[in-house]
């Protein structure tokens, strides 16, 4: 009969139906038949269960007509058979005990089914005893049976704190002892998995009252948990224990990591963060270690994803990303330590200790898809996370850094490696060149993962900046072999900004919309990054100039445009060879050796042709792509032409580029070099020079990216200039008719002052 009655129950507190008898019936009822172990057993077995349900289970009727059923699940109970067994009967005693617990918690019941809960707890702790019920049951050989004691007993423990102010004292005692005895204990996993639980269970609280839970919970735990942090990673810690993913050990190491990241999450409700809520950050080299030893993949893997959430301050998944947080002294002491322990293993060659061999699952399924590129076996994602684990930490070491002189070695080592590290795990697609630039690593590592993406690119424009503050502090004006081989620097250390945003804007073929969507996202900082950049733009224009122009150089080196030699070609390649030598030479007067990448050549190379000559050479992208052939995720984002107050976006085309006006085939290339035209119409203005900026202060007037493939008769051909500020004034236009209809989601007046500004720059050099 007692199925009968909890399948009731259930359905009474599914429905929010008052319970209409008395607290110590339902109490009874839920207890748990659960026999007390002798003393010193810690596993729990099947002769430890109550041996039936109830008297006379066998003879209960079908319930199929008593209450109607609320949903599925119910439906289920109500045709369930009733001679159901011990174990079923005490899984659903687990379940009403975890539905009660969030009732009572809900502000939506009403206040005294709420109040009926809360005596039935009362009784269910203080006489039946089943917290003491719930911690025997975590040991017990029946893994769902351990699971969902665990989930019981978190959601009596946080009860008790957030509505009794109390700490349950046997769960207390069992957490110390199990955490203490390691690593002799058989408990470990079940106290940490029901300790994250509570945690998680707090952080869903408001701010206030979760900060009042997490000191009475973790301030009688803090120094074990730090001694137990020591144990598992460092004292006790041998990785020929973990050759199996099934192993013991492994499972306290993986259920340790859990408890890790609520942990790491539960620091920013405390203003003075507890110190087992510091501990990964003030300690992460136990862990970088671990991650290089010889241990499961997955361990190593979810290591590495962690260490990601703390160089991003994403401690919650709601958590706003950057420098909120970063306001605390706590904070900024702990990111700092934790950044000088990844540097210094980085520098150590650690990245490449750890082998990205592993594949990761999909659905269940380790294999990848059919017609997937796997990389050949990398796991893309541990790339990005490490990846960005190592920039993040640059990026808060210099940020903090009074001097140069502090940092620039740490930085052009680091980066040394990682740009390694990334030429032995990222193979360019067969249909593209080789990746000679060092700043298009970036976009080939993140463009599948658009919030780590912006996050790269965010730091490592942070980086630029601050080191260009450095080189202004040092000397107003710079002479021009100074800025020749502060440029160089720049594009060996693959953190040029200008570079970046063009491998980008290539990559996604000039499509406005893309940049768009990411503005109206909150899942990735582009905001952030394009406003720190397009300030940039406005100071550093003319270096952005010469990065355009390289990049048609680069596009006429790789696609040829005719094949009679013209005459004085030589003065038409960018630099002869002896020109070049002479300029890597000199550009490495203040270049450390650890920058230059082994197994390379220069940073950028040179390509002999038919005459000789040598010429710069650079990947090739997505340049000439027609906005047509992008896929669906790229498309348009909103159909702006729908509107009927719609004014001047009535032709619908304006938010894709116009390839019309810039052909970049061999043809439309060819047709310019024969006739010497630039890419304007000069019938309409058959002799009018373009007209540039005057150049900023200490700006070179020669260097590695700003030669040209041009002579006494051909201009440049500013396709790249072209189309990347054409992409930027569509952004604007189309941002400006999102506000005029109320449709932005913030105000976007400081952006749009920024890319009027850009518009005004790129119309003073008569771009079509």
């Known amino acids: 009969m007692k199925i009968c009655l909890l399948q009731q129950v259930y359905k009474d507190v599914l429905a929010g139906v008052p319970l209409a008898r008395e607290s110590h019936h339902y109490s009874s009822l839920i207890n748990l038949g659960v026999e007390k172990p002798p003393e010193g057993d810690e596993s729990c077995h099947q002769k430890h269960l109550p041996p039936t349900a109830g008297d006379g289970s066998h003879q209960d009727t079908d319930m199929s007509g008593v209450v109607p059923a609320t949903d599925d699940l119910s439906n289920s109970f109500a045709n369930m058979s009733s001679s159901l067994c011990p174990r079923e009967v005490m899984l659903l005693q687990l379940t009403l005990i975890r539905m009660m617990v969030a009732k009572a918690e809900s502000q939506e019941i009403e206040l005294h089914v709420r109040q009926k809960y809360c005596e039935i707890f009362v009784l269910l702790l203080k006489e039946a005893k089943i917290d003491s019920k719930l911690i025997h049951l975590l040991g017990c050989d029946d893994r769902l049976l351990s699971h969902m004691a665990s989930q019981s007993l978190a959601a009596l423990v946080h009860f008790q704190l957030k509505e009794e102010d109390a700490l349950n004292v046997p769960w207390l005692s069992f957490t110390l002892s199990s955490l203490l005895a390691f690593p002799g204990s058989a408990r470990v996993p079940a106290c940490l998995w029901t300790l994250a639980a509570i945690l998680k269970e707090t952080l869903k609280d408001a701010p206030v009252a979760a900060a009042g839970i997490l000191k009475k919970l973790l301030a009688p735990l803090d120094a074990v948990l730090e001694g137990f942090y020591n144990a598992i990673l460092l004292h006790h810690f041998d990785s020929h224990h973990y050759t199996s993913p099934y192993s013991e050990a492994t499972n306290n190491l993986i259920s340790f990591i859990d408890l890790l990241e609520a942990l790491v999450a539960s620091r ?34 979810k290591f590495i994803l962690l260490l990601k959430k703390c160089v991003l301050y994403k401690s919650r998944e709601d958590a706003k990303s950057g420098s909120l947080f970063l306001g605390t002294p706590s904070l900024c002491e702990d990111m700092l330590a934790l950044s000088n322990a990844v540097l210094q293993v980085v520098n150590l060659t650690w990245l490449n200790q750890i082998p990205l061999s592993g594949k990761s699952s999909s659905f269940g399924s380790s294999e990848a898809a059919p017609g997937h590129d796997s990389q050949s076996g990398s796991d893309q994602t541990v790339l990005r996370a490490l990846s960005l684990v190592v920039l993040k930490a640059l990026e808060f070491k210099i940020h903090n850094s009074a001097t140069e002189a502090e940092i620039k070695g740490d930085f052009e080592s680091s980066m040394s490696q990682l740009l390694m590290f990334w030429r032995s795990h990222v193979k360019p697609s067969p249909q593209s060149h080789p990746v000679v630039h060092h700043c298009e690593w970036l976009s080939l590592v993140f463009m599948e993962q658009d919030d780590d993406m912006w996050e790269a690119a965010k730091a490592l424009l942070l980086i630029y900046l601050k080191f260009d503050r450095f080189r202004c502090d040092a000397a107003d004006n710079l002479s021009q072999k ?38 109206i996202s909150s899942e990735t900082c582009f905001l952030e990054y394009l406003v720190r950049y397009l300030k940039l733009l406005g100071k550093e224009w003319q270096q952005f100039v010469d990065v355009c122009n390289h990049f048609d150089t680069r596009h006429s080196t790789f696609h ?201 720059m790129s119309k003073s050099m008569n771009l079509p």
């Open 268 to 301: 920013i409700e405390l203003e003075l963060p507890l110190r087992c809520q510091r501990i990964l950050f003030l300690k992460a080299s136990y862990v970088l270690n671990v991650i290089s030893s010889s241990i499961p993949y997955v361990i190593k893997k």
């Open 482 to 519: 100074e800025e020749e081989s502060w440029q160089f620097l720049v594009h060996a250390g693959g953190y040029n900004p200008h570079c970046i945003f063009l491998f980008f804007l290539e990559k996604i073929a000039f499509d406005s919309t893309v940049l768009l969507d990411f503005l």
């Open 560 to 760: 040829p445009v005719c094949s009679v030699k013209p005459p004085h070609r030589e003065k038409q390649s960018c630099v002869t060879g002896e020109s070049l030598q002479n300029a890597v030479c000199d550009a490495q007067v203040q270049t450390p050796s650890s920058l230059a990448p082994p197994h390379e050549g220069p940073v950028f190379t040179a390509q002999q042709g038919d005459n000789g000559a040598a010429e710069w050479s650079l990947s090739d992208s997505l340049t000439g792509t027609d906005s047509a052939s992008l896929p669906a995720s790229l498309q348009s984002l909103l159909n702006y032409d729908s509107s009927e107050d719609s004014e001047v976006e009535s032709d619908g085309k304006e938010c894709l580029v116009n390839t019309k006006q810039l052909p970049s085939n061999n043809e439309g290339e060819l047709s310019r070099r024969e006739t010497g035209c630039s890419c304007r119409d000069d019938e309409r203005n058959p002799r009018t020079p373009e007209v540039s900026p005057p150049k900023p202060r200490g700006a070179p007037t020669s260097s590695c990216w700003t030669c040209m493939a041009s002579s006494d008769n051909i201009a440049p051909l500013r396709v790249m200039l072209s189309k990347s500020t054409k992409c930027l004034e569509e952004l604007q236009e189309a941002i400006s008719r999102l506000q005029r209809r109320n449709l932005f989601p913030y105000n976007p007046s400081a952006l749009l002052k920024l890319l009027s500004h850009v518009e005004k």
